[in-house]
């Protein structure tokens, strides 16, 4: 399974824009990449994915290198409810087995 | 309902005896997937099951673990003969379809049911 590398945790301020990369650099043409974070003490949630075209939605901006072997999670204004463990998968031939890793731990200051 | 339902929410259970985990996935959804996640760790998949197709299993760390989904919707995730190394959180998971990505596959996942083996 194609894996993905993200840092271990960030800090961020209140309402300033936060830039969460991730590295996929054995990613295959296929390969969708999702994002999920999981607030403290709940299951997952469902941000935004993308294949090749950076995205947008009402949560987040996804922004895509164009060899497609990273990509980059924008907050465009965090707030505190935004602090969680963002998770950066891919989703391969075998879609059921996505690897989420660690995440990153973004901590949002006030 | 309107999300995925896990019950129950916490179990605690004695070394070596069985236990049973159920999942309601959201109505439609025809992708379900298992997970586990330790005490500050990641998520460690552990099955997905998609439609009438055979259920991906390889992610069942022994033969102890079980899991079946009656008539594509309810699934229960078995553990028989706990042992300590199986307490964690059990998150299930379900999309409206499988595949590798794209429009219906994010998936939604429950508040998961936190399993401690004394």
């Known amino acids: 399974d194609a894996k993905t590398t993200q840092p271990n945790s960030m800090e961020s301020n209140e309402e300033e824009p936060v830039h969460l990369p991730c590295n996929h650099s054995t990613i295959s043409g296929t390969d969708y990449i999702h994002w999920y974070r999981q607030l403290p003490s709940q299951g997952p949630e469902y941000v935004i994915h993308?294949?090749?075209s950076n995205v947008n939605n009402r949560m987040a901006s996804l922004a895509i290198a164009e060899d497609r072997k990273s990509s980059t999670l924008i907050l465009h204004r965090a707030t505190l409810r935004d602090a969680a463990v963002y998770y950066c998968?891919?989703?391969?031939?075998?879609?059921?087995?996505?690897?989420f890793g660690d995440g990153t731990t973004l901590t949002v200051k006030p | 309902g309107a999300g995925v339902s896990q019950s129950p929410s916490n179990k605690v259970t004695e070394k070596g005896k069985d236990v049973e985990l159920r999942c309601d996935p959201i109505s439609g959804h025809t992708a379900l997937y298992w997970y586990r996640q330790s005490l500050g760790q990641g998520l460690e998949f552990l099955i997905y099951f998609q439609g009438n197709s055979a259920p991906d299993k390889s992610g069942l760390p022994s033969d102890r673990f079980s899991a079946e989904r009656t008539g594509g919707s309810v699934s229960t995730l078995t553990i028989q003969r706990t042992q300590q190394e199986d307490s964690a959180v059990y998150l299930c998971?379900?999309?409206?379809?499988?595949?590798?990505?794209?429009?219906?596959?994010?998936?939604?996942f429950g508040q998961g049911t936190r399993l401690t083996v004394v």
């Open positions: 993308g294949l090749t």
């Open positions: 998971a379900s999309s409206f379809r499988g595949g590798t990505g794209g429009e219906g596959t994010e998936a939604f």
């Open positions: 998968i891919l989703r391969d031939t075998n879609a059921g087995k996505s690897t």
